[in-house]
């Protein structure tokens, strides 16, 4: 069994990630007993929103199975999943789409090391968390789904929530437009299950792309975001292939024909979504290490939307807008504005310049709803240098523009029920005449520690 991490690459699991985040001073360990319902949500919430750093929970009430979690939560920690710089996220996660690598299969895995199946399973076993006050039980929430379509065997990765709802019994969430929805369709018109399997505690890049979408296996762009393929290995229950470098894994069949009430949970919108007839899986198999570590991230985080609204779509935007313009710099998609907000820098050549390129931005995702552009020298990744534009640099009869009435996300408040919404464009770059009487003030950065 070749259970280390290869020498020559730094991150090839959830642990040695972990090790490089505390080395970043990015991870905080903490030994206070902390209670599984609100206590560990309310804590990686109020790390991520004050900016400090991820947390390994080792004294979890009841379980000796110790939490990690916000391990995405921030856009550096983001780049230091990835091996880059912040300002190349974009472009490291684009190319992963140009060169993907296969993954490989090997005979080990992590959990291989406590295998408990047929009766012997009890997700009571594994530290499942209740994060926010309006969820309706526990929720598996940074579990990666590795799923098999039933015709042509081609796997694919995705993140969908599960509900505990007994033993062996987990309610799922499958949104209309996903492969696994395609997936389950096919098998429930033969009345077959589907089997599934979910990796828990994973190297980062394989979250990464499971939020991708992606017509083939996300294994293969998490191998191209490693630099080398993934290492498979085959279920106990079925011949699915998981990611061996997994901490804990569950194994289960989606039930055919099956559908309960699941839900709510806290959304990527910051708002609970409703409770919905969703299908049910028995779980055939919970295999992990002897001392796992339970990844989970908080429902309505940053990290949530940075997996399932910043990373996947920010290649598209960038694409979209550098090719309306070649004077775009960078774009983001904030965390902050839960995927319904895209913030552009530029270096306009014409005054008309930044509304072509937030007509762009708008074309990307239904999503995408306010579009702020801003000049070069405001930092996109600091929403007050963004808010700072829009307070000085904006007049708003000429800057502001509104597509009234157009496809957005149902699940936006602001959205109709079939998410018709109004987009908004904002020039807030300064205009061209008042730039040499306007100049920004700039301090130099120090190190501040030293004076501390
Ligand atoms: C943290 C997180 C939770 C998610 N929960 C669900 C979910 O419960 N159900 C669902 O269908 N999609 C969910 N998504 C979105 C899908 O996982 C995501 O769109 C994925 O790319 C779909 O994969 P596919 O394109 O292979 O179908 C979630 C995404 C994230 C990042
Ligand atoms: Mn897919």
Request: net charge negative; hydrophobic share 40%; glycine share 8%.
């Amino acid at each position: 069994m070749s259970s280390a991490c290869p020498k020559e690459n730094g991150i090839c699991d959830l642990r040695s990630f972990l090790k490089v985040l505390e080395e970043q001073r990015q991870l905080h360990v903490i030994k206070k007993e902390v209670a599984l319902e609100y206590e560990i949500g309310d804590v990686l919430v109020a790390l991520e929103r004050k900016g400090l750093g991820a947390a390994l929970f080792e004294n979890v009430r009841g379980h000796n199975i110790p939490v990690v979690g916000g391990v995405l939560g921030s856009q550096e920690r983001i780049a230091l999943a990835l091996g880059c710089e912040k300002s190349e996220v974009v472009d490291r996660v684009a190319s992963c789409f140009e060169n993907p690598i296969p993954p490989v299969e090997v005979d080990w895995g992590y959990f291989d090391e406590v295998v408990a199946t047929g009766d012997e399973v009890d997700l009571g076993s594994l530290p499942i968390p209740r994060h926010a006050r309006g969820d309706a039980g526990p929720f598996i929430t940074a579990g990666v789904t590795v799923s098999k379509d039933p015709e042509t065997g081609v796997q694919n990765l995705s993140f969908q929530r599960m509900q505990v709802k007994g033993k062996n019994r987990l309610g799922i969430m499958i949104n209309e437009w996903r492969h696994l929805k395609g997936f389950l369709d096919k098998a429930e018109s033969r009345h077959e299950p589907l089997p599934i399997a979910v990796a828990i505690g994973v190297d980062p890049v394989i979250s990464i792309a499971a939020g991708f979408r992606y017509d083939g296996d996300e294994a293969e762009l998490a191998g191209a975001l490693r630099g080398k393929p993934l290492e498979v290995k085959k279920c106990f229950t079925s011949d699915i292939r998981v990611p061996s470098r997994t901490e804990i894994l569950i194994e289960g069949i989606i039930l055919p024909g099956e559908r309960e009430e699941e839900g709510p949970l806290a959304e990527f919108t910051g708002h609970y979504g409703e409770p919905w007839k969703n299908p049910v899986v028995k779980v055939t198999a919970i295999a992990r290490r002897k001392a796992p570590i339970y990844q989970t991230l908080a429902g309505a985080s940053y990290e949530h939307i940075n997996l399932g609204n910043v990373l996947p779509r920010e290649p598209l935007l960038k694409k979209f807008c550098t090719y309306v313009s070649k004077n775009v710099k960078a774009v983001h998609i904030p965390p902050y504005g839960s995927g319904f907000l895209a913030i552009i820098s530029m270096d306009k050549k014409n005054p008309g310049e930044p509304k072509n390129v937030a007509l762009a931005a708008m074309m990307t995702y239904v999503n995408i709803k306010h579009v702020i552009v801003v000049d070069p020298d405001v930092d996109i990744f600091d929403a007050g240098q963004v808010m700072w534009a829009l307070s000085t640099r904006v007049k708003p009869e000429r800057d502001v523009f509104y597509v009234p009435y157009a496809q957005g996300h149902e699940l936006d408040p602001s959205a109709d029920h079939r998410g018709v919404h109004t987009k908004v464009g904002i020039d807030a770059t300064l205009e061209d005449d008042l730039k040499a009487y306007y100049k920004k003030v700039v301090y130099q950065d120090v190190d501040i520690e030293k004076y501390l």
